[in-house]
């Protein structure tokens, strides 16, 4: 959602008069948010067919079908120039409808999920956030990076710690919990806070899941530890907290094949273990160039501390991550990604 509203400001910042239909599921957060950007916003029906039993997968294909009827009458109202995908179960009747129409497909992580592969084959063109993802493709994908939203590059490091209210005496290290998947994160936090305390000012985005256990937690600490201790279940201001942190520890999903580059933030990443494999390659790709290291989920809780011991005795080690993390940034990527849809739908851009 996020890398698709980045493209979207790119692409309405080089043609005036975009018309957009965004197309989602029903329900959920992503209505909201896109209709917040000013985004006309429409759902159809989806639904998955990989891992479905028997048993469920007549009422997968019956919402298959539904919205690929759904996506017909959508395209043939709203006659769309091009069309751009960027994965989800909507895109597959969107796909099957939209066959005449020319496609851009973007691929977030490294390896696609099976329903972005099942995508290629009505892919014009495919946007790819690393080269590395070119072997799981037959077709020629475009090197983009990811696209990020450009209040993130509104912060500097100043600004940012002015604004969280964050002292800058001690390393920074920013945690990211979300609020769903990452439990084992908040949990490994909180058992090891008052260590971790000693050493760092911590931001913990803790997600609204764990959010009254980490407020608990928070609220028993002294009050010289409590002041160090930034804990919030969000922050819309997504781009302070990045740029006020020294290290990050957080899941390995494709944002940190793109957020991280952009400030050259050391990460200790640790993949999500209960889903296919997508996580765990992200974080190999970092990790291989120098600016990662990889904690798996199971050794979290005991080995979280030694971990960030290491790399904080190390500054060498911090410095090189820092540039290798630099390396990777592709701050123009939503403006290259815009530029590819102009060139398939043949407009002229500014």
């Given at each position: 959602m996020?890398?698709?509203?980045a493209?979207?400001?790119?692409l309405?910042?080089k043609?005036t008069?975009?018309?957009?239909?965004?197309v989602?599921?029903?329900?959920?957060?992503?209505e909201?948010?896109?209709?917040r950007q000013?985004?006309?916003?429409?759902s159809?029906?989806?639904?998955?067919?990989?891992?479905v039993?028997?048993?469920?997968?007549?009422r997968?294909?019956?919402?298959l079908?539904?919205?690929?009827v759904?996506?017909?009458?959508l395209?043939?109202?709203?006659?769309?120039?091009?069309?751009?995908?960027t994965g989800g179960?909507?895109?597959?009747?969107?796909?099957?409808?939209?066959?005449?129409?020319?496609?851009?497909l973007?691929?977030?992580?490294?390896?696609?999920?099976?329903a972005l592969?099942?995508l290629?084959?009505f892919?014009?063109?495919?946007?790819?956030?690393?080269?590395q993802?070119q072997?799981?493709?037959?077709k020629?994908?475009r090197?983009?990076?990811?696209?990020?939203?450009?209040?993130?590059?509104?912060?500097?490091?100043?600004?940012a710690?002015r604004?969280?209210g964050?002292?800058g005496?001690l390393?920074?290290?920013?945690?990211?919990?979300?609020?769903?998947?990452?439990r084992?994160?908040?949990?490994?936090?909180i058992?090891?806070l008052?260590?971790?305390l000693a050493?760092?000012e911590?931001?913990?985005?803790s997600?609204?899941?764990?959010?009254?256990?980490v407020?608990?937690m928070r609220?028993?600490?002294?009050?010289e530890l409590?002041?160090?201790y930034?804990?919030?279940p969000?922050?819309h201001e997504?781009?302070?907290a990045?740029a006020?942190?020294?290290?990050v520890?957080?899941?390995?999903?494709?944002?940190?094949l793109?957020?991280f580059?952009?400030?050259?933030?050391?990460?200790?990443?640790v993949?999500?273990p209960?889903?296919?494999?997508?996580q765990?390659?992200n974080?190999?790709?970092?990790?291989?160039?120098?600016?990662?290291?990889v904690?798996?989920?199971?050794r979290l809780?005991t080995e979280?501390?030694?971990?960030?011991?290491?790399?904080?005795d190390?500054?060498?080690k911090?410095?090189?991550?820092?540039?290798?993390?630099?390396?990777?940034s592709?701050?123009r990527?939503?403006?290259?990604?815009a530029?590819?849809?102009?060139e398939?739908?043949?407009?002229?851009s500014l």
């Open positions: 996020y890398p698709a509203l493209v979207h400001s790119a309405t910042a043609v008069d975009v018309d957009t239909l965004w989602g599921g029903r329900g959920g957060i992503e909201s948010l896109v209709k000013g985004i006309a916003f429409e159809i029906p989806a639904a998955g067919l990989h891992g039993s028997l048993a469920h997968l007549p997968s294909l019956m919402a079908a539904q919205g690929v759904a996506a017909r009458r395209l043939k109202e709203f006659k769309p120039d091009v069309l751009f995908f179960y909507v895109a597959v009747p969107m796909a099957l409808a939209g066959r005449s129409i020319p496609t851009l973007f691929v977030p992580d490294i390896e696609p999920g099976l592969r099942s290629t084959r892919a014009d063109e495919i946007a790819v956030t690393t080269s993802s072997k799981y493709f037959r020629k994908v090197e983009t990076g990811y696209p990020l939203r450009p209040d993130l590059a509104l912060w500097d490091r100043e600004t710690t604004h969280l964050v002292s005496e390393p920074v290290l920013l945690v990211v919990g979300g609020s769903k998947g990452a084992s994160i908040n949990l490994a936090v058992n090891n008052r260590d971790l050493k760092f911590i931001i913990h985005l997600g609204e899941t764990d959010w009254t256990y407020k608990h609220e028993q600490l002294p009050m409590a002041a160090r930034h804990a919030l969000y922050l997504m781009g302070a990045l006020a942190a020294d290290l520890v957080a899941r390995a999903g494709a944002s940190a793109g957020e580059p952009l400030f050259g933030l050391p990460s200790v990443l993949p999500y209960h889903a296919w494999r997508y765990k390659v974080a190999e790709f970092l990790a291989y160039r120098g600016a990662a290291v904690l798996e989920d199971q809780n979280l501390m030694m971990t960030l011991n290491v790399l904080l190390n500054r060498n911090l410095k090189s991550m820092r540039a290798a993390m630099f390396e990777l592709h701050p990527a939503a403006e290259k990604i530029s590819l849809l102009i398939l739908a043949g407009v002229k």
